[in-house]
């Protein structure tokens, strides 16, 4: 049986009660939207991170722009569309599916699609009212240096790069 402890408007706290291999055990879990993580490329060796505050931490991170599947009707790579332009004001002549995980399944159902976007244009920013974002023009050297030194925090970021320099970067 499953039963929701909590609800708010971006999640739920289910308990369920499972047996594995003859154990009793209640899971719990974290249901949510999946998302999106979108690494621009301005050319094949320069990206756009984001500087961007998080209340929930208290600080500013880099990251890359990021959201949830929330709006009806969207599939991923419409989201990614919409979060590039709303985060970084660029819209992309190219959004490629990178790669899919999830975030954390011991504890949360939320599964991540990263993109890669090319062929930029500049558009405009549309933050919300709350998105306090800072756009950072860097290479991917470079980036991938600021992770070693513990500058990147976010692991979704991290997981990006790595990608990006192990097969190829902006010109895969």
């Given at each position: ?7 708010s ?10 047996e ?8 719990e879990?974290?249901v949510?939207?999946d ?23 208290g ?23 919409r ?12 959004m ?10 011991g504890?949360i159902?939320?599964k ?5 976007a ?40 991290i ?5 990006c320099s ?7």
């Amino acid at each position: 049986m499953i039963e929701t402890v909590f609800a708010s408007k971006r999640f739920r706290v289910e308990h369920e009660d499972t047996e594995i291999r003859g154990k009793k055990k209640t899971v719990e879990r974290i249901v949510t939207s999946d998302a999106v993580l979108v690494v621009p490329f301005i050319d094949k060796d320069t990206l756009l991170l984001e500087k961007s505050f998080r209340p929930v931490i208290g600080k500013q991170i880099f990251e890359f722009p990021a959201g949830m599947m929330d709006k009806d009707g969207e599939d991923q790579k419409s989201t990614a569309i919409r979060e590039l332009e709303e985060e970084l004001g660029y819209k992309a002549a190219n959004m490629d599916l990178l790669f899919e995980g999830y975030s954390s399944p011991g504890r949360i159902t939320e599964k991540i699609y990263f993109f890669k976007a090319t062929g930029l244009t500049e558009t405009g920013k549309h933050l919300g009212d709350f998105e306090v974002i800072e756009p950072v023009k860097i290479k991917l050297e470079d980036a991938l240096g600021m992770v070693k030194r513990n500058e990147i925090e976010d692991t979704h970021a991290i997981a990006a790069l790595l990608f990006c320099s192990s097969f190829g970067g902006g010109s895969l």
